[in-house]
């Protein structure tokens, strides 16, 4: 490995470490006093957001393929997680951890066979066709969710549709290093040579394929593999919330994850991560700043939307990609040249 990938290497782990660092003084010194739970849970959620749509983007911005059912892969690695962490637990008494890890792995192993599933006949579409079949599959996954009485299943308690009694062990320590991990893995997958073909499929499918890709086997790891990252982010919610309810991973569930990635820049891994726990956060910290404003605050969100749209369609970061080190190179560059002057 050359010795500038190195540094570049090393100067992100510095940041990730900062950034945890940074967390634990805000959370753990109860530096918020009474408002250190509520700020806790927007960290949790945005975190959980930053993975899915994060997954999302590697249809969308670098497979180049609209999904409009990605709820629907997050809410298989919910119900499957919470089930069998909740059938562990009546049986064998697990620490914390143990049980996280357990979650997080049958959440994303079972959405990701899902996935592999769907798309294999699905990703033989593309465009609207393909769209279409995403949000029917979402919404069947969400109905049959509705209606197979997983209570009586694993023995839980119930209210309604809903089902309760999860083990909350998602801390936002186990779920920033999950973050951080899965972004790492799907880093690296763009950068690998099947990212690569993923982005030459996206280019130019013809010419991709007259080349010696294999379109559809590439698709179809992709989906898999964007499968899996939205069950982890799923495992990781149902173990924080405690109780699932089908109707939270709808349409709107979907095209909010979509609206993101769009937002965020799509085909830009740093976008997503950025706008992902802003936009995940924003509607409650709207109503909590201003009280008044909290009939409103999914008006005052859509508004704002609306208005990024407007001045900035190709989103946030738009196809590039924020580097740590790059922004210090030339941090240090400026400097060096009014030295000179």
């Given at each position: 490995?050359?010795?500038?990938?190195?540094?570049?290497y090393?100067?992100?782990?510095?940041?990730v470490v900062?950034g945890?660092?940074?967390?634990?003084?805000?959370?753990?010194t109860g530096?918020?006093?009474?408002?250190?739970?509520y700020?806790?849970g927007?960290?949790?959620i945005?975190m959980?957001?930053?993975i899915?749509?994060?997954?999302?983007?590697?249809?969308?911005?670098?497979?180049?393929?609209?999904s409009?059912?990605?709820a629907?892969?997050?809410?298989?690695?919910?119900?499957?997680?919470?089930i069998?962490?909740?059938?562990?637990?009546?049986?064998v008494?697990?620490?914390?951890i143990?049980?996280?890890l357990?979650?997080?792995?049958v959440?994303?192993?079972?959405?990701?066979?899902?996935?592999?599933?769907v798309?294999?006949?699905?990703?033989r579409?593309?465009g609207?066709?393909?769209?279409?079949v995403?949000v029917?599959v979402?919404?069947?996954?969400?109905?049959?969710?509705?209606n197979?009485?997983i209570?009586?299943?694993?023995?839980?308690?119930?209210f309604?549709?809903?089902?309760?009694?999860?083990?909350?062990?998602?801390?936002?320590?186990?779920?920033?290093?999950?973050?951080?991990?899965?972004?790492?893995?799907?880093y690296?997958?763009?950068?690998?040579r099947?990212?690569?073909?993923l982005i030459?499929?996206?280019e130019?499918?013809?010419?991709?394929?007259s080349?010696?890709?294999n379109?559809?086997?590439?698709?179809?790891?992709?989906?898999t593999?964007?499968?899996?990252?939205?069950?982890?982010?799923?495992?990781?919610?149902?173990?924080?919330?405690?109780?699932?309810?089908?109707?939270?991973?709808?349409?709107?569930?979907?095209?909010?994850?979509?609206?993101?990635?769009?937002?965020?820049?799509?085909?830009?891994?740093?976008?997503?991560?950025v706008?992902?726990?802003?936009?995940?956060?924003?509607?409650?910290?709207?109503?909590?700043?201003?009280?008044?404003?909290a009939?409103?605050?999914?008006?005052?969100?859509a508004v704002?939307?609306?208005?990024?749209?407007?001045?900035?369609?190709?989103?946030?970061f738009g196809?590039r990609?924020f580097?740590?080190?790059?922004?210090?190179e030339?941090?240090?560059?400026?400097?060096k040249k009014?030295?000179?002057r």
């Amino acid at each position: 490995m050359p010795a500038k990938m190195k540094k570049n290497y090393l100067i992100c782990i510095i940041g990730v470490v900062i950034g945890y660092l940074l967390l634990s003084l805000v959370f753990d010194t109860g530096i918020l006093g009474t408002r250190s739970a509520y700020f806790n849970g927007l960290a949790v959620i945005g975190m959980f957001y930053t993975i899915v749509v994060c997954s999302l983007n590697l249809l969308t911005g670098y497979m180049g393929e609209f999904s409009l059912g990605h709820a629907g892969f997050m809410s298989i690695g919910a119900y499957a997680s919470a089930i069998v962490t909740t059938l562990i637990g009546q049986k064998v008494e697990l620490s914390g951890i143990v049980i996280y890890l357990i979650a997080i792995l049958v959440g994303g192993i079972a959405a990701g066979i899902i996935g592999f599933l769907v798309g294999i006949p699905a990703l033989r579409l593309s465009g609207d066709y393909l769209c279409i079949v995403t949000v029917a599959v979402a919404e069947i996954v969400r109905v049959v969710l509705s209606n197979v009485g997983i209570p009586a299943i694993t023995g839980a308690a119930t209210f309604g549709k809903s089902f309760s009694g999860i083990a909350k062990v998602s801390d936002y320590h186990y779920v920033y290093i999950t973050m951080v991990v899965c972004i790492f893995i799907m880093y690296c997958y763009i950068r690998s040579r099947y990212g690569r073909a993923l982005i030459a499929i996206r280019e130019d499918r013809i010419a991709a394929e007259s080349s010696g890709i294999n379109v559809t086997r590439t698709k179809v790891l992709t989906f898999t593999i964007s499968a899996f990252f939205a069950g982890v982010g799923g495992a990781v919610y149902a173990h924080y919330i405690t109780t699932l309810v089908p109707t939270y991973f709808n349409f709107s569930k979907s095209s909010e994850f979509l609206a993101i990635v769009i937002l965020g820049g799509s085909g830009s891994m740093t976008g997503s991560i950025v706008a992902s726990p802003i936009l995940a956060a924003l509607p409650q910290m709207i109503s909590y700043v201003v009280p008044a404003f909290a009939s409103y605050r999914m008006l005052i969100y859509a508004v704002i939307l609306v208005i990024v749209m407007i001045f900035k369609p190709s989103g946030l970061f738009g196809t590039r990609e924020f580097s740590l080190p790059k922004l210090l190179e030339r941090i240090s560059g400026s400097r060096k040249k009014a030295d000179a002057r």
